[in-house]
């Protein structure tokens, strides 16, 4: 395998014929699981977007377009919409896709111990109707219900239960985790978790072929100066992301590509809203200040967010004011602004809320899943504690972050979330609305954070068609949220891509790597 990416590289360097068709990439994070429903995460769904398909898919420039349906309908007044599946498509292992295998990714995909269930909340049942037609039916009107299903993927009933893998297991594993079995361009040929993932095409796809890969192997790579020299050297054909510091540089050396754009993710703090008392740091065991909007808007104005983009990420992030950034659908313009930077005013708010003298208290946050996250939280950490808040930092790789956050072990945290309908529903039914399971609501709302008017607006939002109506309800709710400071919006994430000069791709701004749009030339 390195005789043939080394004749690969000296092949393209000449501007001679491609003796290989095999590329390898590295990035941070590695998806911790193979299951399409345990973990909603963008590292598990980008991944899988490979292996997996759902009903519908975004193409390049980010629009549904038909995937395993043909095309869908709605149903009657409002009622849901009816998908007509595409025939003849197989899983990796040969067996047929059908309806069958829709009404079950739905079963497990919905189910309490799945991560993606709260995709299903607007969902009152799913009909099969024939063997290549299904209704979802919907309590209220949906008319963006197609656009948040982009990233349900379709498991095949009988090998999930042939294996024991009917219910996805997050928490301990099964079959699904190590394994996969998708309808996807590519199929999981080895996997060794941690270390590396080997994807081969599947052969027998239903749609074109646009790539010329013969075999491809992710690598996470934690260290960002290792994935820079692997880079260079040719080991890999692409790190994600790049380095901020190393871009300019990389950029100029003639024999790497960056390819930089603008991503979905809004980074922000979030912090408990729901403890009585703080949990770690000097005052662990003392009332919870955050559980105070003057104290959570204190914060927003100590950090100092133009700092952090000009010296962390040298220029190339964007200010967010919201939970979504200015292209995403629902944007509130109207709520554009972002609390300024004013030490003195954050000090006031404290003394204030009955903290003139500050406090201590626990800052979570990962060390390799967003772009410089640990030195964000640094930053952050600093800059609070000149006006008295004094954050006790503990960062931690990514899979350990999550089960901190889930078990409640914070007091402040770091959160990125990237919309998967480029909606700003999305974002106030994961993070805004009041955490309740029996509804599917706010599975990544950490903070606790409740408002009855967010959760009153939340189904008016999702069943409104006309757009003029439905804007001011986001705006009303980016007012509320903006007022009670339910989380302190900082920064649009950047996309920093590196490759060699040969490779050819497509980045999209959910950050998603899509390997069946990759030429290696």
């Not at 190393?246 to 050396?253: H, I, M, N």
């Not at 919201?322 to 292209?327: E, I, T």
């Not at 990544?444 to 967010?454: D, E, K, L, T, V």
Request: hydrophobic content about 40%; overall charge negative.
């Amino acid at each position: 395998m390195k005789r043939a990416l080394s004749i690969l590289a000296v092949a393209s360097a000449m501007g001679g014929p491609v003796l290989a068709e095999e590329f390898k990439w590295a990035g941070m994070t590695d998806p911790q699981t193979l299951d399409p429903h345990a973990v909603n995460s963008a590292p598990v769904l980008g991944f899988l977007n490979n292996v997996y398909e759902g009903l519908v898919r975004r193409g390049k420039d980010m629009s549904i377009e038909p995937a395993l349906a043909t095309s869908w309908e709605p149903i009657g007044n409002g009622e849901g919409w009816r998908f007509v599946l595409r025939e003849g498509v197989t899983f990796h292992d040969g067996s047929s896709f059908d309806a069958e295998d829709v009404l079950f990714s739905y079963q497990r995909a919905s189910n309490e111990v799945s991560d993606t269930r709260s995709w299903f909340s607007p969902v009152s049942d799913v009909k099969v109707v024939d063997a290549y037609t299904v209704d979802i039916l919907t309590k209220a009107p949906n008319p963006i219900f197609p656009d948040s299903i982009a990233n349900w993927m379709m498991v095949d009933k009988g090998w999930a239960e042939a294996n024991e893998a009917a219910l996805p297991d997050k928490e301990n594993g099964n079959y699904a985790t190590l394994n996969a079995n998708g309808t996807g361009a590519f199929m999981v040929s080895e996997r060794e978790p941690g270390l590396r993932t080997e994807l081969v095409p599947h052969t027998g796809w239903w749609d074109e072929v646009e790539h010329n890969i013969t075999r491809a192997e992710f690598t996470p790579v934690q260290n960002p100066a290792t994935a820079v020299a692997a880079l260079l050297s040719g080991d890999v054909d692409m790190i994600n992301p790049v380095p901020i510091q190393d871009a300019e540089r990389l950029a100029g050396s003639g024999d790497v590509q960056v390819i930089r754009g603008i991503e979905a993710r809004v980074i922000m703090l979030g912090m408990a809203q729901e403890s009585d008392v703080l949990k770690y740091g000097d005052d662990e065991g003392k009332p919870n200040p955050f559980k105070d909007a003057r104290v959570r808007a204190a914060v927003s104005h100590a950090v100092n967010v133009p700092a952090i983009l000009k010296t962390i990420m040298r220029g190339n992030a964007e200010p967010a004011s919201q939970l979504v950034s200015p292209a995403m659908r629902g944007y509130s313009n109207a709520n554009a602004d972002r609390p300024e930077f004013d030490q003195a005013k954050a000090k006031a708010l404290l003394a204030e809320a009955g903290y003139p003298d500050g406090f201590s208290f626990g800052l979570k946050c990962p060390n390799n899943r967003y772009l410089n996250d640990e030195a964000v939280c640094q930053a952050v950490t600093s800059m609070l504690a000149q006006v008295g808040m004094m954050a006790q930092l503990d960062a931690m790789p990514v899979q350990n972050y999550w089960p901190e956050l889930r078990a409640d072990n914070y007091d402040m945290y770091l959160l990125g979330w990237s919309p998967g309908t480029f909606d700003a529903e999305h974002p106030i039914r994961f993070l805004a609305s009041t955490p309740n399971k029996e509804k599917k609501l706010g599975s990544w709302n950490f903070a606790g954070y409740s408002n009855a008017r967010i959760d009153a607006l939340l189904p008016m939002i999702q069943s409104e068609i006309d757009a003029t109506k439905r804007q001011a309800m986001l705006d009303e709710s980016a007012q509320i949220m903006q007022d009670e400071k339910a989380y302190v919006p900082m920064y649009v994430q950047p996309l920093v891509w590196g490759t060699g000069q040969n490779i050819s791709l497509t980045q999209r701004p959910d950050n998603f790597f899509i390997l069946r749009w990759v030429s290696v030339n």
